[in-house]
């Protein structure tokens, strides 16, 4: 048995054995983390790999960008990722950028022979390196990723998603709908959620998913905005070797990744019409069939969908289908907006405040008169997101103890009152323009006028960060 020493005053003892063993699990946990590495360059991909593969237990290569979004999406759990800039089917950046747009946990390190100074990489790094990387840089940055991973807090966080762990508030609306959501689980028929963005779409279909008697298996997340038309089907339904250029092998898509599980598919309503009939087909059917291949494989997932806009319009408007719309909507429920719910604000605030602290390393703080005022005030319109991204700013810029109003207010919480003034289309010539150039102009005087934040734009516009990001992608 090893020695007990106190070493300060009013602290528990540290047994040195158990605190080698921490240490020890610590190490294996880091070498478990999975590696990809995503470069087109065969040679330079074996040689990191055979560089990485004595350091870490979970080394993988993928060729092209749609590779590596799907080895992410269906490993399911935190990973470093070293990307080449320039991929055959789209950049570096778009990879992360979706990782990002997907809550996949990665840690992203972007290599160039150029200077990409210029870029937006929010989400990661970019570094201008010699390509191929010699032993040593290599192993630094990836030991840098892992070390990164490995301060997210969220790896570490509970696991209880149980509906009154994840979905809080004390108002009737909540309570109904958390008594609803073990009803919801016993069944496996599609299922529909609307209510507004950022009102808990997604977390109330986990919870419906670890209530059932699917929760051993995957939960998936995909949205549907996130990915460019040439790609969501290969995405979702997977393809063969040789299926198109860039094809290198088989890949398994989000369909068959949640076989046994749940596949929430969020922002349907941007799901493009011609793959929207054969969505329809697979949940005829209850099968997929894989790019490039004509052998229909079966799968069995609860298809559970969300969209934050009213899909009736789009239906009525032609651009989305009307007997794909009455088969994804068996059984549905609605997420309340938050301004919708009593006094939830502020007890939800007050949780996401003692998170938010601990997340950050921040101090711990409390919300004063004047903050509980502005927070039931405000009316929310980016709902429980918006709460938490306001709370997340004023905790990591005031680093005080008490949160006032002036530390709530912000270009977002504002952007609530500039609604009416929005962006001043009239300041630019709408004659002999597309509706894509007007919207596309829109979009760009939007973003500028918010000093290029994309998410506060996407607030004003009413519309997912997700959705201008795919916009501004589109050529005209
Ligand atoms: N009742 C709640 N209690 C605690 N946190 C919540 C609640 N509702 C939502 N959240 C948090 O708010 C954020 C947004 O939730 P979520 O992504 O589920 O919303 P959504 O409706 O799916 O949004 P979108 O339509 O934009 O996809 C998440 O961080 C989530 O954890």
Redesign the pocket.
């Known amino acids: 048995m090893g020695t007990l020493i106190s070493t300060k005053k009013n602290q528990q003892p540290i047994n040195p054995a158990h605190s080698i063993n921490v240490l020890e699990n610590q190490t294996d946990r880091k070498q478990q983390y999975l590696v990809l590495i995503v470069e087109d360059d065969e040679d330079a991909a074996s040689l990191y790999q055979a560089i990485l593969m004595p350091h870490y237990q979970n080394v993988k290569v993928a060729r092209n960008g749609c590779d590596a979004v799907s080895t992410l999406m269906t490993h399911q759990g935190p990973a470093a990722v070293i990307l080449d800039y320039q991929l055959p089917d789209m950049t570096g950046i778009d990879v992360m950028t979706t990782c990002r747009d997907l809550d996949i946990p990665t840690a992203c390190l972007i290599i160039s022979a150029n200077d990409l100074s210029a870029e937006n990489a929010s989400c990661g790094e970019i570094v201008r390196l010699v390509k191929p990387l010699g032993c040593k840089a290599l192993l630094d940055w990836t030991g840098r990723l892992i070390e990164k991973l490995h301060q997210q807090p969220s790896h570490s966080a509970s696991n209880d998603a149980s509906p009154e762990a994840?979905?809080?508030?004390k108002s009737k609306v909540?309570h109904n709908l958390r008594r609803q959501i073990p009803l919801l689980a016993l069944s496996s028929a599609p299922l529909w959620l609307h209510?507004?963005?950022?009102?808990?779409?997604?977390?109330?279909a986990r919870s419906i998913h670890y209530c059932s008697s699917r929760s051993n298996g995957p939960f998936i997340a995909v949205?549907c905005a996130a990915f460019p038309e040439s790609l969501i089907e290969s995405m979702l339904f997977g393809h063969i070797k040789g299926a198109f250029s860039g094809a290198t092998r088989d890949q398994k898509g989000f369909f068959e990744a949640a076989d046994g599980g749940t596949l929430f598919l969020?922002?349907i309503g941007d799901m493009p019409l011609t793959f929207q009939a054969k969505l329809l087909r697979t949940l005829q059917t209850g099968t997929i069939l894989p790019v490039g291949s004509t052998k229909p494989i079966s799968v069995d997932c609860r298809i559970v969908s969300?969209c934050?806009r009213d899909l009736t319009i789009a239906v009525n408007q032609g651009e989305f289908r009307e007997d794909l719309y009455y088969r994804l909507n068996v059984l549905s429920i609605k997420?309340p907006p938050l301004r919708e719910r009593d006094n939830?604000v502020v007890i939800?605030a007050n949780?996401?405040l003692s998170n938010i602290t601990n997340e950050e390393h921040t101090l711990p703080c409390k919300l004063t008169n004047s903050a509980i005022h502005f927070l039931k005030e405000h009316s929310w319109p980016g709902?429980?997101?918006e709460l938490?991204n306001t709370l997340r700013r004023a905790a990591i810029l005031y680093q005080g103890v008490e949160l006032q109003e002036k530390h709530l207010i912000s270009d977002i919480t504002r952007g609530a009152y500039h609604l009416s003034s929005g962006p001043d289309i009239m300041s630019f010539s709408t004659s002999g323009k597309t509706l894509k150039e007007i919207e596309k102009n829109i979009i760009e005087t939007t973003i500028s006028e918010h000093n290029g934040c994309i998410e506060t734009a996407a607030r004003i516009l009413g519309v997912?960060p997700s959705t201008l990001y795919r916009k501004r992608k589109k050529p005209m």
């Not at 994840?166 to 508030?169: A, T």
């Not at 209510?195 to 109330?204: D, I, M, Q």
């Open positions: 994840l979905l809080l508030g909540m209510g507004e963005s950022g009102t808990g779409k997604e977390l109330a949205n969020d922002e969300a934050h997420l939830d939800i949780k996401l709902n429980v997101r938490e997912a």
